[in-house]
């Protein structure tokens, strides 16, 4: 079975620094897209940053210039630095990946969810 484990969220006030970390385990034989979503409260849950196994990124408009996501392949994890934090991020953050898993004979894609970790940046 795969899964995905969280770890990092907290308190911390406007300006402060929180990283998000995320490891993956089981039966893996390649990870392709990994990436953080956001969901706060009374809104749908939104894409924060993703990075491809080459190490492509993408990012939200909002988080530019002060998120950064980075993974270690060789590790299966990804992670999230978030830096002047704003209380418009607080949300609970989820790790997504989109993960190589045998099937029955063959092999597919598999897309997991973290449990998620809350977020809360004061004012």
């Known amino acids: 079975q795969v899964q995905l484990v969280e770890s990092g969220g907290g308190l911390v006030q406007a300006g402060g620094s929180l990283r998000l970390s995320c490891a993956a385990s089981g039966y893996i034989l390649s990870i392709n897209a990994m990436g953080w979503y956001r969901q706060a409260p009374g809104k749908q849950r939104e894409l924060v940053a993703d990075?491809?196994?080459?190490?492509?990124?993408n990012y939200t408009d909002s988080v530019k210039g002060r998120f950064t996501i980075s993974r270690d392949n060789a590790k299966n994890t990804v992670s999230l630095q978030m830096n002047s934090l704003k209380p418009e991020d607080t949300g609970v953050y989820y790790c997504?990946?989109?993960?190589?898993?045998?099937?029955?004979?063959?092999?597919?894609?598999?897309?997991?969810w973290g449990q998620g970790t809350l977020v809360t940046v004061s004012s």
């Open positions: 997504n990946a989109h993960i190589l898993v045998p099937d029955m004979g063959h092999y597919s894609y598999l897309e997991v």
């Open positions: 990075v491809t196994s080459g190490g492509g990124t």
